[in-house]
């Protein structure tokens, strides 16, 4: 069913920062309604999904600053501008957890908050994890990061969910997927 969407009539930037952009929308919604929207511009992320093996799955332990807190989570980062995601998939697996992977395989993609953000989460299966090359330039964590990395059985983890030690939204979804 292709069911008709909404008409932009104005759209002010009223915030860009790094990571996103905040737009305010005068919009005429399907039910005829003009309403003022306020909008997270965000170009993506992938969410690392990094497999030592069939029965284990690397996580990392990482501050929050938003939160005031470290948490458990799957690594993940947004993408560059104009980055493939699977390539993005890849340069964060290095990036956070120090390992190359061998295979990249989409898992799947998922709009965390679609009534406000643009943000699409593309999930990532990364497997044939290896160090790096000592002779290519090794990848740079964000200024903000500082990560602990960490394997764990599946069942582990997954019970890390259901005791409320993982509490990232997009670990637990993506638990699912492996």
Excluded at 29 to 41: A, E, H
Excluded at 91 to 120: D, H, K, N, S
Excluded at 121 to 138: I, K, N
Aim: glycine share 8%.
């Amino acid at each position: 069913m292709n069911e008709p969407g909404g008409l932009c009539l104005s759209s002010t930037q009223s915030f860009k920062g790094r990571i996103f952009s905040v737009t305010v929308d005068r919009v005429t919604v399907p039910n005829g309604r003009t309403v003022t929207l306020d909008i997270v511009r965000h170009r993506g992320s992938v969410v690392l999904l990094p497999m030592q093996d069939v029965a284990h799955v690397v996580l990392i332990r990482q501050y929050r600053y938003a939160l005031d807190r470290w948490i458990w989570e799957l690594p993940a980062g947004g993408l560059d501008v104009g980055e493939d995601p699977a390539t993005a998939a890849a340069r964060e697996c290095e990036e956070e957890i120090g390992l190359v992977p061998g295979r990249v395989e989409f898992a799947g993609a998922w709009y965390p908050t679609p009534g406000f953000c643009t943000e699409v989460m593309t999930y990532y299966r990364l497997g044939d994890l290896r160090p790096p090359d000592p002779e290519d330039p090794q990848a740079h964590k964000d200024e903000d990061e500082d990560i602990r990395v960490q394997v764990f059985s599946l069942g582990e983890a997954r019970a890390m969910v259901r005791r409320g030690e993982i509490i990232d939204l997009k670990t637990a979804w993506g638990l699912t997927l492996v």
